[in-house]
Every structure is written in structure tokens, then in C-alpha cells.
């Protein structure tokens, strides 16, 4: 493809991101079961989009893409399960939970951002616990229903927290 044409296509991809961050939003509204069943499509589809239709069109125009730093880094995802993370003496699941409880609130939050404070609090409280097991212990709140999480809790930041209604 030559470059004019280049532009063009990647002018049309980028609004589609838009459409779809639009539509992520929509579908965060959603009660928790059409979340779930529409998330995977979503996150597929969006995949697709950036993999199969963005990343040839900057193979062969590479001034074409975004500077790393104006993209979200979608990037970090957090491989760490809740069965493998081992609570320093002291320190329970209860008590972690009620960190993460603190920070939280009734209105979507990127789960980076709510790792990211409940990691802060912890350090304020002389507590050796990472963002990472912060992050694991989201993904078991998010499946047991005890808080209201859409899309990939473990891609934080394309999945979002909230406290349940």
C-alpha cells in the first residue's frame, strides 16, 4: 500500500478504536452476566483490530504510529494467580481485602489504578505486599462477585474494578 493510502486506512482503524472505547463504556453499564458474555468478543475483536489491521499498516509506515507514550499501555498483564501468591506472616486475606475495600469506590476504576493504591496503602502500613498480588486478589474479588469487575482483570488496563452497588 502506498503511504496516501496508508493514511487513510489508518485514519478509518483509529476512529474505530473510538467507536469501540465507546463501546467498552456502553458495556460497562451492563449487568454482570451480558458483561461477561459480550467482554470476550470485545476484547477479541479490539485485539484483532490493533494485531491484524494496525500493526501491517505500521510495518510498512512506521511514522504512521503513535508514539508509545500517547497509547495506553495495554501491554501489562499480570500472569500472577491467586494460588501462588504466599501473604507475609501477618498478614490475611481478610486484611488484604479490607486494604483493597479502602481504596475502592462504587464508580469503574482501572484495575492498575486500583492495584497501584492499595499497594500504597500497604507500604504506609509497613506491609511487603506488591501490586501484583494486589492485582491476583482482585481477580478472585472480581469471580466470587464480592466486586464488580469487567473485562480481563489480569490486562490491567483493560479491565476495570468497582465496589458492587
Known amino acids: 500500500m502506498n503511504r496516501e493510502q496508508a493514511v ?3 485514519d478509518h482503524l483509529l476512529d474505530a478504536c ?3 472505547d465507546q463501546a467498552r463504556m456502553a458495556i460497562a453499564g451492563l449487568g454482570k452476566a451480558e458483561r461477561i458474555k459480550l467482554e470476550d ?5 479490539l ?3 490493533e494485531d491484524e489491521l494496525l500493526q501491517p499498516v505500521y510495518d510498512q509506515h512506521p511514522d504512521l504510529e503513535p508514539p508509545k507514550s500517547d497509547r495506553e499501555p495495554y501491554e501489562y498483564i499480570c500472569a500472577l ?3 501462588e501468591v504466599q501473604l507475609p506472616p501477618g498478614v490475611t486475606e481478610q486484611r488484604l481485602d479490607k486494604i483493597i475495600f479502602s481504596v475502592m469506590k462504587p464508580t469503574w476504576r482501572k484495575t492498575s489504578a486500583i492495584a497501584t493504591r492499595a499497594m500504597d496503602r ?3 502500613l509497613g506491609l511487603p505486599i506488591d501490586d501484583k ?21 489480569q490486562s490491567w488496563f483493560r479491565s476495570e474494578v468497582q465496589l458492587k452497588d
Open 18 to 20: 473510538t467507536a469501540l
Open 133 to 153: 498480588m494486589i492485582a491476583a486478589r482482585l481477580k478472585v474479588l472480581s469471580d466470587s462477585d464480592r466486586i464488580e469487575g469487567i473485562g480481563d482483570i
Open 8 to 10: 487513510r486506512i489508518n
Open 81 to 83: 494467580t491467586w494460588d
Open 47 to 49: 485485539g484483532a483490530l
Open 122 to 124: 500497604c507500604k504506609e
Open 41 to 45: 468478543s470485545f476484547y477479541g475483536i
